[in-house]
């Protein structure tokens, strides 16, 4: 049974391949380049990072690609990315984020997701 463990939410996901590349040190057109001709299918920047998404098995292709050029990968997974979000206000993000902090920490959760789109003050006083 695909997906069973989204239950009745799986679907508004889909599984993606995600690659994060550091933005410092890699020009956008060059990484951009790399991504496309290695099969990737989107790239965008958030604060100073690249994700890059991929289909599931295109994943170690685009990974050993950016390798090869000698671009840094900070991390490279498979996971569930929302088909579209929900916007939210701060309030209501820092409960969610508060309610999905504590059900990631139970011990029969492997992995949370959510298609919460998170205001850009949220996420500035998250990373200070």
């Known amino acids: 049974m695909r997906n069973a463990?989204?239950?009745s939410v799986a679907w508004a996901f889909e599984q993606k391949g995600l690659i994060t590349v550091p933005?410092?040190?890699v020009s956008e057109d060059q990484l951009l380049e790399v991504v496309l001709d290695a099969g990737g299918e989107d790239m965008q920047r958030t604060g100073n990072v690249f994700q890059v998404?991929?289909?599931p098995l295109e994943l170690y292709r685009?990974?050993?690609a950016l390798a090869d050029k000698g671009i840094k990968v900070e991390s490279?997974?498979?996971t569930q990315m929302p088909k579209s979000s929900v916007p939210v206000d701060a309030d209501?993000?820092?409960k969610l984020m508060d309610l999905?902090?504590?059900i990631d920490d139970h011990d029969d959760v492997q992995s949370v997701y959510s298609n919460m789109e998170?205001?850009?003050s949220l996420l500035a006083s998250m990373a200070q």
Do not use: D, F, I
Request: net charge neutral; no cysteine.
């Open 5 to 7: 463990h989204l239950g």
């Open 23 to 25: 933005a410092e040190g």
């Open 53 to 55: 998404t991929t289909a």
């Open 62 to 64: 685009v990974k050993k």
């Open 76 to 78: 490279a997974e498979v």
């Open 92 to 94: 209501v993000g820092r």
């Open 100 to 102: 999905l902090g504590q």
């Open 118 to 120: 998170l205001p850009e």
